[in-house]
């Protein structure tokens, strides 16, 4: 392991500006500079608040070279390179870290999937409606009773739909403005990637993984450090 290094306080804000891609200006380009900045971040932020944009367009085109709105749609619900998933809060992040999200989706599961759950009983009916007409989303369905949910009561339609997507039986197939179409995660993601196991078997080793592991980052941070005359 390396030694303690010792910076100044500029010193740590030009590195947080060099690791977050803002410095320079737009050196990543297209749909690749997405992939590249996703994998060094791990995932950005959905918000479906719209002041002046979207958080996760926002993002993306203060790092990427004349960005468009559509490279990340295609990312998401045409290539299936990327995910809508919850890691924190929601997000969207890299499809090959699906193994790694496991947990969240057995508390998931645990939460809302057993058979005392107040909807568990239309479960087999959105199942069923979905096998019959494919990708739907809350609007499409006629569960119209509220039941409470985080945030505000809302129609058991929509909570079914979230429920099944939180474990991961349901994915996004693709939004309408900020409204969620779902269909079934198998449909979509390959078996090998999907019978994957949590690599990370102890909580501790999750979140090692989350800041790249003690060793990985201690390399990373000395590395560009150094690289960028930081020191």
């Not at 468009?68 to 995910?83: M, N």
């Not at 409606?129 to 990708?135: C, D, K, R, T």
């Not at 403005?177 to 390959?190: A, E, H, I, N």
Request: glycine content about 6%; proline content about 5%.
């Amino acid at each position: 392991m390396y030694p303690h290094m010792k910076i100044t306080k500029k010193q740590a804000r030009q590195f947080m500006l060099i690791h977050q891609k803002i410095i320079p200006a737009r050196t990543l380009l297209g749909k690749e500079g997405i992939l590249e900045y996703m994998r060094r971040v791990g995932c950005i932020q959905f918000d479906p608040l719209n002041v002046v944009g979207y958080n996760s367009y926002l993002v993306l085109q203060s790092r990427i070279e004349n960005f468009k709105p559509e490279y990340l749609q295609e990312l998401l619900y045409s290539e299936r390179k990327l995910l809508d998933g919850w890691d924190k809060n929601m997000a969207v992040y890299d499809v090959k870290d699906w193994p790694y999200f496991s947990r969240y989706r057995e508390k998931a599961y645990q939460r809302h999937g057993g058979e005392s759950n107040f909807i568990s009983k239309i479960f087999p009916e959105v199942r069923n409606a979905l096998e019959q007409n494919g990708p739907l989303s809350s609007i499409d369905l006629k569960f119209n009773h509220k039941v409470d949910w985080p945030w505000a009561p809302t129609r058991a339609a929509r909570t079914a739909l979230e429920s099944m997507y939180f474990w991961g039986e349901l994915i996004i197939h693709h939004k309408v403005g900020t409204r969620k179409v779902y269909d079934f995660t198998k449909k979509y993601l390959s078996p090998e990637l999907l019978s994957m196991p949590d690599p990370n078997a102890t909580l501790e080793q999750y979140f090692e993984w989350k800041v790249k592991g003690e060793s990985e980052q201690s390399d990373y941070y000395r590395d560009a450090i150094v690289k960028h005359g930081l020191v």
